[in-house]
């Protein structure tokens, strides 16, 4: 296990079509993280798991997104009906919770491009 | 609430000229901060941390950040550019939220290193 692996990297949807990502984390990391990353800006939270539980979602995740993390392992992120401005860089990270004040380890991400 | 603000969009340098990317940050407690690097196409990494130890903090490839407390100011340096410092560059802010650290990212400096 070298890292965290995102999958799709790269995903070109028509409006209105849902997707799915997948994030598999560090094996031996607990906590798991969602952020996105318009063109230009850092990285914004998006949603937090420990473990199976999803214990915060930002407002950013509006109704059309749906995350989850079924065995405490990998995570998936949906968006459904997706929108010209879901476009983005999505992030996943994790960390273990003695590791999580040293900072994440994050996947290269899943880009998004909605037309 | 806790935030960072990086002071610069943009930072131009010759290589071999110091790098100088300025963060200030905002926190009710003592923070956690970071500085994280991305290259185009790939994830971020995870330049340096500081977590209450020392103030001068050390990272990989030369690079270092001071913390000054009574400045709010965790800014990133290194003696002498190389092109492969060419990279956005964000500092982070961990927020203790609902028991766990969650990280706050800057909007990012993007690094542009000349021959």
């Known amino acids: 296990d070298t890292g965290v692996s995102q999958d799709p990297r790269h995903k070109i949807t028509k409006r209105g079509q849902n997707v799915t990502f997948r994030c598999d984390p560090i094996?031996?990391?607990?906590?798991l993280y969602w952020y996105r990353q318009t063109l230009g800006q850092g990285p914004e939270f998006l949603t937090y798991?420990?473990?199976?539980?999803?214990?915060?979602k930002s407002r950013l995740l509006s109704d059309r997104f749906s995350a989850e993390r079924p065995k405490g392992s990998f995570s998936t992120l949906e968006i459904q009906r997706t929108e010209q401005g879901d476009s983005a860089m999505y992030l996943c990270a994790s960390s273990s919770k003695e590791g999580a004040w040293g900072g994440y380890t994050f996947g290269s991400g899943t880009r998004l491009t909605v037309v | 609430a806790q935030s960072v603000t990086q002071l610069d969009s943009h930072v131009s340098v010759s290589e071999g000229t110091p790098v100088l990317l300025r963060c200030n940050y905002s926190?009710?407690?003592?923070?956690?901060l970071f500085w994280y690097v991305q290259h185009p196409n790939k994830g971020l990494q995870l330049l340096l941390k500081y977590t209450s130890a020392a103030t001068l903090v050390k990272g990989i490839n030369g690079f270092e950040a001071e913390f000054k407390k009574s400045e709010t100011s965790f800014h990133l340096t290194k003696p002498s550019a190389h092109m492969s410092d060419a990279a956005e560059y964000f500092c982070?802010?961990?927020?203790?939220?609902?028991?766990?650290?969650?990280?706050?990212f800057g909007a990012g400096t993007r690094l542009a290193v000349h021959p």
């Open positions: 982070v802010v961990s927020s203790l939220s609902g028991g766990y650290n969650k990280l706050i």
């Open positions: 798991f420990q473990n199976e539980a999803q214990l915060e």
């Open positions: 926190s009710s407690y003592s923070p956690s």
């Open positions: 094996s031996e990391h607990n906590r």
